[in-house]
């Protein structure tokens, strides 16, 4: 048994705790344990020494290269880039490695690398908690221990948290296709991106206020960009984000990543992933972060990107992601490259989008294309789609950012190739991180000098929708090439948007817009299923012989080699149903009657209304939506209408509306002051009508419906008119004398 720890030990070279498990072995305490416990303590034992060691900075040299790095079992290497790695290692004096912190991990979760230009260094040295430790001081970077809350990242974005997991190099040896010219599908696919949708997106995103993933309003970003992806028929789902994390400068992100993922129909488990960060941040406020270019814009690239290639099939699966918790540290992407890398997927790259929008005046577009050197082959990939379908447009490669760094990186260190293409490295936008009326916008910027913070919003942050555009074009063109469409020929784009207004029997007009990209020869025009006309406009005034629920839909016409073809249908818009008109409510009126008032039927316009009484009677007709019923008695009174339409000479009326019913109330009987005297009161057979010394020809009694259930013609000249009640059942009961009501009477 000894053998086998010491051989498991020697596998880690971490002899010199070995020693002690031997030792703990030979005491024979674990005797009579069972081998499979016994294998626990020591697989215990083993990982809990192997978070022990030296937290060091080593540089990555030609001698000692990234390969050779790795290949070594005496390092645990935490974050490579070019230059360097963050490793743990026991090993006393590891050849030009610089000790940061003797026990790695021993006192925080994560050390972080903190950019900032190197002319700042002091003046942010001085405005951060003296408990921060910086264990190295770097080309425009530190690398430091933050073990206060009060923390802030130095300049802009970027920051790195560097956790106690492993990273590892890129194994895929796949090769990238190599394209020399411009397909067709391709160029149909760069043409749908659509600058006022993509726009609108971000404009969205802005409107959160804050999406700082410790605010609440990050969740309803989360949840409005879920529900984009799932209005383009797609399934996404939230990742959460565990365990939880805590930025340093706050409380708890409440929001995921949102991972939508569009199976492939030939390779499903060859995936290609593209992704930016929705979370935001400013120096400012917990409760003001727009975060438009930074990073509104690349999600709302991503989620354009999706809209498009969501509507065809591809061979390989694409993953589309909205990363939460990049700005404190590329937590959100961290979890979810983990989670592949966990999971085994074959992962082909990583294409990332963080900040597209701002380019400065008088500046020319271009990629800043940024990967480490272990992306080589999927940025020339990129390089390669850029050259053939935007050749006018030049990338320039870099290895880093000089001052941040983005959710590539997270993928680079789980195994994978990632890149990012990036507005302008030399001249990006200087509010991001800041709100308007902020300070310290442009300091340090190659290009800005300090100039008033005006906010990351569209306008001065977002200031060129044709980058945003070409930006995310190149996206869809390098998912697209990569994810291979299936099928030969792109389905034709249809024209969108296709609306109709109904003029009931002069017509009704069809309008639709075109579609992106190829211009169409024509148009064909459906009614239902016929096709009725064929035209080259945008719109159509079909007039129908009859009033039906047609329903109108376009298709656009292409001649290709002289060939006829046509599109899918455009969307469909039809004729308003003639529905019944709504809210019927009768209600009495003071000396007026009984008046009916209703709500006209929604999205059509009627000639008339009937209005039925009582089930069966229609009393008029009017072109109003009310209508008052002069009624006499107490009767309860029902009433319903209906709506009609002409249609040249046909009538046609709609469903009856609901029904509403009212009586005149007895509070309308009006005390009469009168000589009357009845009784008795309450009665149970005879009433006694003395008249005193006025004339009485008429008695009649009414229930509490207002229905007459008594008349009786009187003999005038009688002082003392008798009347039998006994027939009534007992109630309440109202007495009317002549033309007055006299009021009331109770029958036992
Ligand atoms: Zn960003």
């Given at each position: 048994?000894?053998?086998?720890?010491?051989?498991?030990?020697v596998?880690?070279?971490?002899?010199?705790?070995?020693?002690?498990?031997i030792?703990?072995?030979?005491?024979?305490?674990?005797?009579?344990?069972?081998?499979?416990?016994?294998?626990?303590?020591?697989?215990?034992?083993?990982?809990?020494?192997?978070?022990?060691?030296?937290?060091?900075?080593?540089?990555?040299?030609?001698?000692?290269?990234?390969?050779?790095?790795?290949?070594?079992?005496?390092?645990?290497?935490?974050?490579?880039?070019?230059?360097?790695?963050?490793?743990?290692?026991d090993?006393?004096?590891y050849?030009?490695?610089?000790?940061?912190?003797?026990?790695?991990?021993?006192?925080?979760?994560?050390?972080?690398?903190?950019?900032?230009?190197?002319?700042?260094?002091?003046?942010?040295?001085?405005?951060?908690?003296?408990?921060?430790?910086?264990?190295?001081?770097?080309?425009?970077?530190?690398?430091?221990?933050?073990?206060?809350?009060?923390?802030?990242?130095?300049?802009?974005?970027?920051?790195?948290?560097?956790?106690?997991?492993?990273?590892?190099l890129?194994?895929?040896?796949i090769?990238?296709?190599?394209?020399?010219?411009?397909?067709e599908?391709?160029?149909?696919l760069i043409?749908?991106?659509?600058?006022?949708?993509?726009?609108?997106?971000?404009?969205?995103?802005?409107?959160?206020?804050?999406?700082?993933c410790?605010?609440?309003?990050?969740?309803?970003?989360?949840?409005?960009?879920?529900?984009?992806?799932?209005?383009?028929g797609?399934?996404?789902?939230?990742?959460?984000?565990?365990?939880?994390?805590?930025?340093?400068?706050?409380?708890?992100?409440q929001?995921?990543?949102?991972?939508?993922?569009?199976?492939?129909?030939?390779?499903?488990?060859?995936y290609?992933?593209?992704?930016?960060?929705?979370d935001?941040?400013?120096?400012?406020?917990?409760?003001?972060?727009?975060g438009?270019?930074?990073?509104?814009s690349?999600?709302?690239?991503?989620?354009?990107?999706?809209?498009?290639?969501?509507?065809?099939?591809?061979?390989?699966?694409?993953?589309?992601?909205?990363?939460?918790?990049?700005?404190?540290?590329?937590y959100?992407?961290?979890r979810?490259?983990?989670?592949?890398?966990?999971?085994?997927?074959?992962i082909?790259?990583?294409?990332?989008?963080?900040?597209?929008?701002y380019?400065?005046?008088?500046?020319?577009?271009?990629?800043?294309?940024?990967?480490?050197?272990?992306?080589?082959t999927?940025a020339?990939?990129?390089?390669?789609?850029?050259?053939?379908?935007?050749?006018?447009?030049?990338?320039?490669?870099?290895?880093?950012?000089?001052?941040?760094?983005?959710?590539?990186?997270?993928f680079?260190?789980?195994?994978?190739?990632?890149?990012?293409?990036?507005?302008?490295?030399?001249?990006?936008?200087?509010?991001?991180?800041?709100?308007?009326?902020?300070?310290?916008?442009?300091?340090?910027?190659?290009?800005?000098?300090?100039?008033?913070?005006?906010?990351?919003?569209?306008?001065p942050?977002?200031?060129?929708?044709?980058?945003v555009?070409?930006?995310?074009?190149?996206?869809?063109?390098?998912?697209?090439?990569?994810?291979?469409?299936?099928?030969?020929?792109?389905?034709?784009?249809?024209?969108?948007?296709?609306?109709?207004?109904?003029?009931g029997?002069?017509?009704?007009?069809?309008?639709?817009?075109?579609?992106q990209?190829?211009?169409?020869?024509?148009?064909?025009?459906?009614?239902?299923?016929?096709?009725?006309?064929?035209?080259?406009?945008?719109s159509y005034?079909?007039?129908?012989?009859?009033?039906?629920?047609?329903?109108?839909?376009?298709?656009?016409?292409?001649?290709?080699d002289?060939?006829?073809?046509?599109?899918?249908?455009?969307?469909?818009?039809?004729?308003?149903a003639?529905?019944?008109?709504?809210?019927?409510?009768?209600?009495?009126?003071?000396?007026?009657?009984?008046?009916?008032?209703?709500?006209?039927?929604?999205?059509?316009?009627?000639?008339?209304?009937?209005?039925?009484?009582?089930?069966i009677?229609?009393?008029?007709?009017?072109?109003?939506?009310?209508?008052?019923?002069?009624?006499?008695?107490?009767?309860?009174?029902?009433?319903?209408?209906t709506?009609?339409i002409?249609?040249?000479?046909?009538?046609?009326?709609?469903?009856?509306?609901?029904?509403?019913?009212?009586?005149?109330?007895?509070?309308?009987?009006?005390?009469?002051?009168?000589?009357?005297?009845?009784?008795?009161?309450?009665?149970?057979?005879?009433?006694?009508?003395?008249n005193?010394?006025?004339?009485?020809?008429?008695?009649?009694?009414?229930?509490?419906?207002?229905?007459?259930?008594?008349?009786?013609?009187?003999?005038?000249?009688?002082s003392?008119?008798?009347?039998?009640?006994?027939?009534?059942?007992?109630?309440?009961?109202?007495?009317?004398?002549?033309?007055?009501?006299?009021?009331?009477?109770?029958?036992?």
């Open positions: 048994m000894s053998q086998v720890i010491n051989s498991i030990c596998l880690l070279r971490m002899q010199k705790y070995c020693i002690f498990a030792i703990f072995f030979n005491l024979k305490i674990l005797i009579y344990m069972k081998r499979k416990f016994l294998l626990t303590i020591c697989i215990l034992f083993i990982s809990f020494i192997s978070f022990a060691g030296k937290f060091v900075i080593i540089p990555v040299t030609e001698s000692q290269n990234l390969e050779i790095l790795f290949a070594d079992n005496d390092l645990k290497i935490h974050y490579y880039c070019d230059n360097y790695v963050l490793a743990t290692t090993v006393a004096d050849h030009s490695a610089v000790v940061l912190d003797e026990n790695a991990f021993g006192d925080v979760s994560a050390y972080a690398i903190v950019y900032c230009y190197n002319e700042s260094k002091q003046k942010y040295l001085a405005s951060v908690s003296k408990s921060d430790k910086v264990l190295y001081s770097g080309d425009h970077f530190f690398i430091m221990k933050i073990l206060s809350n009060d923390f802030k990242p130095a300049k802009n974005d970027g920051m790195v948290a560097i956790m106690n997991t492993e990273a590892r890129p194994e895929s040896t090769v990238y296709p190599v394209i020399t010219e411009p397909d599908i391709i160029e149909n043409s749908q991106v659509n600058t006022e949708s993509v726009m609108g997106y971000i404009q969205t995103l802005e409107n959160f206020e804050t999406r700082r410790d605010h609440a309003n990050s969740v309803l970003a989360q949840n409005w960009i879920k529900a984009q992806y799932e209005s383009f797609l399934s996404p789902f939230i990742h959460t984000l565990t365990p939880p994390v805590h930025p340093w400068w706050g409380g708890t992100c929001s995921g990543n949102v991972i939508a993922i569009q199976y492939g129909v030939e390779f499903p488990d060859e290609i992933v593209l992704g930016g960060h929705f935001t941040f400013t120096y400012e406020s917990a409760n003001n972060a727009p438009a270019d930074d990073n509104a690349g999600t709302s690239g991503v989620i354009e990107t999706a809209r498009i290639l969501s509507q065809y099939d591809f061979k390989r699966s694409i993953i589309y992601c909205a990363f939460t918790a990049e700005e404190c540290g590329l959100g992407s961290e979810y490259a983990q989670k592949c890398a966990n999971e085994g997927m074959n082909l790259g990583y294409f990332n989008l963080d900040m597209i929008g380019l400065k005046s008088g500046n020319n577009l271009q990629f800043s294309l940024i990967y480490p050197n272990s992306a080589l999927l020339d990939y990129f390089a390669n789609v850029c050259d053939v379908y935007f050749p006018t447009i030049p990338v320039s490669r870099h290895s880093s950012l000089p001052w941040g760094n983005s959710d590539h990186t997270s680079n260190n789980k195994g994978y190739k990632g890149i990012w293409w990036f507005e302008d490295i030399n001249c990006d936008s200087p509010y991001i991180h800041h709100i308007a009326g902020g300070s310290g916008c442009g300091e340090n910027s190659p290009c800005n000098g300090v100039i008033p913070c005006l906010g990351d919003i569209i306008g942050s977002v200031n060129s929708p044709e980058q555009t070409t930006f995310t074009q190149a996206m869809v063109a390098s998912i697209a090439t990569l994810a291979e469409i299936v099928g030969e020929t792109l389905p034709l784009a249809p024209p969108t948007n296709c609306q109709i207004e109904y003029f029997d002069f017509g009704t007009s069809i309008t639709w817009n075109a579609p990209g190829m211009t169409p020869n024509e148009y064909y025009v459906y009614r239902d299923n016929d096709k009725i006309v064929q035209t080259t406009g945008l005034f079909d007039t129908p012989e009859n009033y039906a629920i047609y329903c109108y839909k376009v298709k656009a016409v292409y001649i290709i002289d060939e006829i073809k046509e599109s899918g249908f455009s969307n469909e818009s039809c004729v308003p003639l529905s019944s008109p709504t809210n019927c409510v009768a209600q009495y009126v003071e000396n007026e009657g009984i008046r009916i008032s209703w709500e006209a039927p929604e999205n059509i316009s009627v000639d008339f209304y009937y209005v039925y009484k009582d089930n009677l229609c009393i008029t007709q009017t072109s109003e939506c009310s209508y008052t019923d002069i009624v006499e008695g107490f009767d309860l009174h029902c009433y319903k209408v709506a009609i002409h249609f040249a000479d046909e009538q046609i009326e709609s469903e009856f509306s609901n029904e509403s019913c009212d009586s005149v109330p007895f509070n309308s009987v009006i005390e009469y002051n009168s000589n009357f005297k009845i009784y008795p009161n309450p009665t149970t057979g005879e009433l006694i009508i003395d005193g010394q006025l004339t009485i020809n008429n008695v009649e009694i009414f229930d509490v419906y207002g229905r007459n259930l008594h008349s009786l013609h009187v003999d005038s000249r009688l003392l008119i008798t009347i039998n009640v006994s027939h009534l059942p007992a109630g309440i009961y109202f007495i009317k004398i002549g033309k007055e009501f006299i009021g009331k009477l109770i029958k036992n």
